[in-house]
């Protein structure tokens, strides 16, 4: 019997192709505990989610890739996993509360009744009973309709807990949830402005003893207000997943929300089509009452995954007036099939997300303010930029600094103090920083790629004056 060399098998197992990770298995770090024993290979495939949508053909391209290196003659591979936290949320600024939460993940769209709330519940559930960790914040303060959805509608949260940031999520099903609808009962609806709205926001997020969460799932207000800003700004999102429904005016009004989480730097896992036909539970006749393929339309038109379709059905519309998941209720049916292999590729595109972050050029890694009052910025790939103050208060793209008409910049560089330093900063959600100079202006916010140029530009500089 030849020998079995250990690159040959991890140089075999890289060259399996995965449609969803984007990346092979040997690069990801998914093959673990490799041994090889009298013609039996063992490893251990450590997958970054509870599951994928291809999982049982991953496994059997394994096996077969390495069974046909010769000399193996059986292989026995271990499936574990486990979910890596997405870098940004270990930048400074990041709410305590989600110091053990791994990924947060925005559930929108961009009008109300298309289904977002029930989507939000059933995802969340199917990672809940693959047995990740999961969180719902519900932020929809204008329509909270999860607490009815898990049978939670008469749970209220006292003020003093709100005030007191001593919040404690309700667990039910294998998830803790908070509210919005926790706030008023039923009979009291939430009327606050925007600004208010924000706050409380923020409050609840911050100030509830979430714990240890693979997945925390957010259930946005419909549009692209104060609320969804605050939530992109507070919080390094991993990813949204746009719910739609299948005629061309809901899309159409979908494509805000997608562009306003591209306006953020907040990565686009993909579009929900809900509601996508009419499922009779008599004959299983499939009727298109609402126009067949807007989603598909618009995902690509805009270049998306479509990561499923969910039908009209009675039996949702009863599971969640009973406030159960119906992936708990009826989990053969043709819906509950729809919700799982939603929250499959959901998986799959978070952990993609995740990994190429790690690898992104244009990601901080550090962030330093120097003795002078400089920047020094260290990136993913280990590069260093040193910027001067000055430099980077006269590249400020606020409103005070460049006409919001025009985009000519109204900023007189020659006018600042020489002696100007940064003195203070703290990060944007996942995407940008703003400075707090000594001469009193911090409305600038920049995003990393603005930080890059101008660090480039200073090398140059300084270069040349050398």
């Known amino acids: 019997m030849s020998k079995i060399d250990e690159d040959v098998i991890l140089g075999a197992l890289r060259e399996i192709n995965n449609e969803y990770l984007d990346t092979d298995l040997v690069?990801?770090?998914?093959?673990?505990?490799?041994?090889?024993?009298?013609?039996?290979?063992?490893?251990?495939?450590?997958?970054?989610?509870?599951?994928?949508?291809?999982?049982?053909?991953?496994?059997?391209s394994c096996e077969e890739s390495v069974m046909g290196i010769e000399g193996v003659e059986k292989v026995e591979i271990e499936h574990t996993w486990e979910v890596n936290r997405i870098p940004s949320l270990q930048n400074p600024g990041t709410p305590s509360s989600l110091e053990k939460v791994r990924n947060v993940i925005a559930i929108a769209s961009g009008k109300g009744g298309v289904g977002k709330s029930t989507v939000t519940v059933n995802l969340a559930y199917a990672?809940?009973?693959?047995?990740?960790?999961?969180?719902?914040?519900?932020?929809?303060?204008?329509?909270?309709?999860?607490?009815?959805?898990?049978?939670?509608?008469?749970?209220?949260?006292?003020?003093?807990?709100?005030?007191?940031?001593?919040?404690?999520?309700?667990?039910?099903?294998?998830?803790?949830?908070?509210?919005?609808?926790?706030?008023?009962?039923?009979?009291?609806?939430?009327?606050?402005?925007?600004?208010?709205?924000?706050?409380?926001?923020?409050?609840?997020?911050?100030?509830?003893?979430?714990?240890?969460?693979?997945?925390?799932?957010?259930?946005?207000?419909?549009?692209?207000?104060?609320?969804?800003?605050?939530?992109?700004?507070?919080v390094p999102l991993t990813g949204g997943v746009i719910v739609t429904t299948p005629q061309e005016v809901a899309y159409s009004i979908a494509e805000k929300g997608l562009k306003m989480f591209q306006q953020v730097k907040i990565p686009i896992l993909g579009i929900v089509e809900n509601m996508s036909h009419y499922h009779c539970p008599e004959c299983g006749h499939a009727d298109n009452i609402f126009k067949e393929g807007g989603g598909e339309i618009a995902a690509k038109k805009l270049g998306l995954p479509?990561?499923?379709?969910?039908?009209?059905?009675?039996?949702?519309?009863?599971?969640?007036?009973?406030?159960?998941?119906?992936?708990?209720?009826?989990?053969?049916?043709?819906?509950?099939?729809?919700?799982?292999?939603?929250?499959?590729?959901v998986a799959a595109q978070s952990s993609?997300?995740?990994?190429?972050?790690?690898?992104?050029?244009?990601?901080?890694?550090?962030i330093t303010i120097t003795e002078q009052g400089y920047l020094l910025a260290k990136w993913t790939n280990g590069e260093e930029d040193l910027i001067p103050a000055i430099m980077l208060r006269g590249a400020c793209p606020c409103a005070s600094c460049v006409d919001e008409i025009t985009g000519k910049?109204?900023?007189?560089?020659?006018?600042?103090?020489?002696?100007?330093?940064?003195?203070?900063?703290?990060?944007?959600?996942?995407?940008?920083i703003r400075f707090e100079f000594?001469?009193?202006?911090?409305?600038?916010?920049?995003?990393?790629?603005?930080?890059?140029?101008v660090g480039e530009t200073a090398g140059e500089e300084m270069s040349f004056n050398v």
């Open 27 to 60: 690069t990801l770090g998914c093959v673990r505990n490799l041994s090889i024993k009298e013609g039996v290979v063992s490893f251990n495939l450590k997958l970054p989610a509870p599951f994928l949508p291809n999982l049982k053909e991953l496994k059997n």
């Open 127 to 234: 990672f809940a009973n693959a047995g990740a960790k999961v969180g719902i914040l519900d932020v929809d303060i204008y329509g909270p309709s999860i607490p009815s959805m898990l049978g939670l509608k008469d749970h209220y949260l006292t003020a003093e807990s709100v005030q007191q940031g001593s919040i404690t999520p309700v667990e039910v099903y294998g998830m803790k949830v908070i509210s919005m609808g926790f706030l008023a009962n039923s009979d009291s609806p939430v009327i606050v402005r925007g600004p208010i709205a924000s706050q409380m926001v923020q409050q609840l997020l911050a100030g509830t003893a979430w714990g240890e969460l693979d997945y925390l799932f957010v259930d946005l207000p419909p549009g692209t207000g104060d609320i969804q800003l605050t939530l992109c700004q507070a």
């Open 306 to 345: 479509l990561l499923g379709k969910i039908p009209l059905s009675s039996e949702i519309v009863n599971a969640m007036e009973e406030g159960i998941p119906l992936i708990k209720k009826s989990k053969d049916s043709e819906s509950s099939k729809a919700y799982q292999e939603i929250a499959e590729k």
């Open 352 to 366: 993609v997300v995740v990994m190429q972050e790690n690898m992104n050029p244009d990601s901080p890694q550090e």
């Open 409 to 432: 910049k109204t900023l007189v560089v020659e006018d600042l103090p020489h002696d100007l330093m940064i003195i203070n900063y703290g990060y944007i959600g996942r995407y940008a």
């Open 438 to 453: 000594s001469d009193g202006h911090d409305t600038g916010i920049f995003d990393f790629t603005r930080i890059r140029k």
